[in-house]
């Protein structure tokens, strides 16, 4: 795995939309590439020049923060509300704090550190990403505390950029979760994508310029257990397994040409002092 170091100077993403601590450039397994850059025209400040998996915070205290106050983005910093506008994650928004990093690392993993104190928001957020020492696989552990007087509710997801040894979406991508998924695809989109039994799979194709989302996927009944999913390119024989160790809220799916990603999404909520830990784990095959 390649990782990116954080910096707001030289850093390989500089946007505000996702988290900065460990971004991948890459995945490799063997002789396959699970993830790489599979967007065109690289910008470190566009929203989404990101790869593999990635998490993004909802924004906290924005909504009742007035132009020129300041609201939280976790793993990003303290942000500038600049109007009245409604916040858009694919807008690119004025870092007033960038708070306190720091990486330790070792030949098998990398931990990162973000200490952010503010007025309203202050938190200690901790994020481990570490081969596993035998199988294909590596984990992601996330340990948060909430160091400010307000409480912290936010959701957070990863939203798996995967390319699984071809930059092309269509019928060899296989989508499967252990639940049956229902949900609601958006109106407009090409219609090649459709949901089966046990996840999502494709008619046709996509080409450039055309995209599928559906943005409810759900269980048909909470289990209180963590959530799973697999993405595959039957093709390449590319296969990665997913768990998280806490519930899932909801799902989102997106994909383009050239990438299939889900999306799910977690609850946060902390009060002043209170700690929340959780952990991803990435099987290869």
């Known amino acids: 795995m390649e990782l990116c170091i954080p910096d707001s100077r030289t850093g390989y993403y500089r946007g505000t939309r996702f988290d900065w601590a460990g971004i991948f450039r ?4 063997g002789n396959a590439v699970y993830s790489e850059e599979w967007f065109e025209d690289y910008d470190p400040l566009r929203h989404d020049c990101v790869c593999g998996p990635v998490d993004e915070f909802s924004q906290v205290g924005y909504e009742n923060a007035l132009p020129g106050d300041s609201f939280l983005k976790i793993g990003v910093g303290l942000l500038k509300r600049p109007d009245y506008a409604d916040y858009d994650r694919f807008r690119l928004y004025e870092i007033v704090r960038e708070g306190t990093r720091t990486i330790e690392h070792t030949k098998t993993s990398a931990k990162f550190r973000h200490f952010l104190m503010g007025e309203k928001y202050g938190y200690d957020y901790e994020k481990e990403i570490s081969l596993a020492k035998k199988e294909k696989a590596f984990s992601i552990e996330c340990r948060m505390i909430n160091l400010g007087p307000e409480i912290i509710d936010t959701s957070v997801y990863n939203h798996n950029f995967w390319t699984l040894g071809q930059r ?14 229902s949900g609601k695809w958006r109106e407009g989109g090409c219609g090649k994508a459709f949901l089966t039994e046990t996840g999502i799979r494709f008619s046709d194709r996509l080409e450039n310029g055309e995209s599928v989302f559906i943005g409810d996927l759900r269980l048909e009944a909470e289990s209180g257990r963590g959530y799973g999913f697999s993405a595959a390119n039957a093709k390449t024989g590319c296969r990665v397994e997913a768990e998280c160790s806490m519930q899932m809220d909801h799902a989102v799916f997106w994909a383009n040409s050239q990438v299939a990603c889900v999306e799910p999404y977690i609850k946060l909520r902390l009060f002043p002092g209170e700690s929340a830990e959780w952990s991803l784990n990435y ?3």
Do not use: E, H, Q, Y
């Open 26 to 29: 890459t995945v490799t397994c």
């Open 168 to 181: 092309c979406v269509g019928p060899n991508t296989m989508i499967d979760f252990p639940f049956r998924p």
């Open 283 to 285: 099987s290869l095959a």
